[in-house]
């Protein structure tokens, strides 16, 4: 990717754009960073800048062109996937938009790991999730209980028909009966059951915010934690690891891959958890 | 006249009121043994009742803690202090603080209010006699301006219990 040299009258255009853009003046704003793009259109900062503009004016069709054009330009913008994710969100376009947002979150963590934007994609990301799954399961819910109603219909008729049949005692018949109810009723449960919040497991969640991963990364002792939040209680609490009291030296953090795989699958599988605290 | 020992009342941060939910959500599933937390709308002030646990000197007894989260839970550690009357403990002061080292120095944000909690229950039930610290009278009356006793600099009787 060839990112193009700024002029320094489009540099000059674009610090009015940001002056504008820091006292809410958005319109004022976008012409500014409209023309540093006709001087030097080969800038992906000038079209991310606009992209933010377009956003706080809510003119998503206009987010979603530039952030297209910056990736264009310069395909690891941790700001312009995640703009285009959430302009993607708003045409409801679930899928990619969540794409653009895990990218966002990928790139951003490999940059700077406990940044605000890291912590803000990820909500939004978790947010795009929830609403997802919502919609889904409120589906499949649906459609669940109406082809229980048609199973349970079936049987009856069945059941009814069976007894006018036959002369023998129609006890066993019936019994045999209440039995395929209950079965039914087994096997429609268990199927609810994936759409049903119920707690994470604890090896998944960090000691520190009781939440799932997102970030894990193991100590020396052998106890994983959440990036954030171990980073703080180093620097805020003491050189050492909350539960094994060891000394740690933030350099001896690692990542846990196979935590953050396996919270990836179980995401996976059970998308409410993505829903937060509050 | 304020409430005892109040500290600063800065409202919680976002990470510590997630994790207070989490951690109540937990206990109400899955409360530690001898406490009963009546569950209010202020999730920075838990009101917690303790009952001594059978078989130890304060079988039967019911004291109540007062448990304050500060901003920065669980990077800070909780106030944590027995409401009047307090148990008659040799770690334990008549205006309700108790010298407990996690409680302070050794604080760890791993740890938690229902895991704080087993370790005073354990604190109380390893006791041999009912009386107050030998130094109770001086400390008390050193802490009359109201001060938490986070702003004590603790000298820890002992580190058995």
Redesign the interface.
Known sequence: MVTGVASPMAERLKEDGNNCFKKERFGAAIDAYTEAIALSPNVPAYWTNRALCHMKRKDWTKVEEDCRKAIQLVHNSVKAHYMLGLALLQKKEYTDGVKELQRALDLGRSSNPTGYMVEEIWEELSKAKYMEWELVSARRSWELSSLKETCEAALNQQCALDMSRTEESSDEAYIAHTERLKALERVFEKAAEEDKPT?VPGYLCC?????IFRDPVISPSGVTYERA?IL??LK??GK?D??T?EKIDPSKLVPNLAIKEAVAAYLEKHVWAYK??? | MSSSGAPSRKTLSKIATNRLQKELVEWQMNPPTGFKHKVTDNLQRWIIEVIGAPGTLYANDTYQLQVDFPEHYPMESPQVIFLHPAPLHPHIYSNGHICLDILYDSWSPAMTVSSVCISILSMLSSSTEKQRPTDNDRYVKNCKNGRSPKETRWWFHDDKV
């Open positions: 707690e000691n520190i915010t009781l939440e939040a703080e209680h805020k609490v050492f909350p539960i009291r937060m605290g509050c």
